[in-house]
C-alpha cells in the first residue's frame, strides 16, 4: 500500500496570520510545542511558513523588534507544498528538492495538514529517510 501525506500529516494546524507580528507567532509556537507555523492570508490561503529560526535570525539578530514584525514581512515567495493525495515518494522528493523539513498539504485550496521530516521517518523505512536527511542537509 501506498503512504499518502494525508495519512501521515498532523492535522488541526494553527496558523498565524499574515498581519500578526512574529511576537504573535512565537507565543503560539510556545503554547503549541511547534517550530513552525503556516501563514494564512485574510483569504485563508497559505502565503508560507515561519520558524522559530525566522524569528531569531531574520528579525532578532537583524536588530528588529519581533513585535514589530509581521508574518507576511517574513514570508518569501510561493511557499513549496504538497497534495494531500501524493505519496510517500512525492513527499521525499519535494523536501529533499527543495531542501525543506516541513511541507504544509494541501487539498485544492485548504491547508489540511502539516508533513514534517519526523512524520515522513516514522512512515517510512530507513534508506529513503537517511538520503532526504543528506539531501536537506546540504548547504
Do not use: W, Y
Amino acid at each position: 500500500m501506498v503512504t499518502t501525506a494525508r495519512e501521515i500529516m498532523t492535522r488541526d494546524v494553527t496558523c498565524v496570520g499574515e498581519r500578526e507580528t512574529l511576537a504573535d507567532a512565537a507565543r503560539k509556537m510556545a503554547d503549541l510545542g511547534v517550530g513552525a507555523l503556516p501563514i494564512c492570508g485574510q483569504d485563508n490561503r497559505l502565503k508560507g511558513i515561519v520558524t522559530d529560526r525566522d524569528i531569531v535570525v531574520k528579525t532578532i539578530a537583524a536588530g528588529r523588534s519581533p513585535s514589530d514584525v509581521t508574518a507576511a514581512d517574513v514570508a518569501q515567495g510561493k511557499p513549496v507544498t504538497i497534495g494531500a493525495d501524493d505519496d510517500a515518494g512525492e513527499i521525499l522528493r519535494t523536501m529533499g528538492q527543495h531542501q525543506v523539513r516541513r511541507l504544509p498539504v494541501i487539498d485544492g485550496h485548504d491547508l489540511v495538514g502539516i508533513v514534517a521530516l519526523a512524520d515522513v521517518a516514522r512512515a517510512l523505512p530507513d534508506r529513503p529517510v537517511g538520503e532526504l536527511l543528506d539531501a536537506i542537509s546540504v548547504p
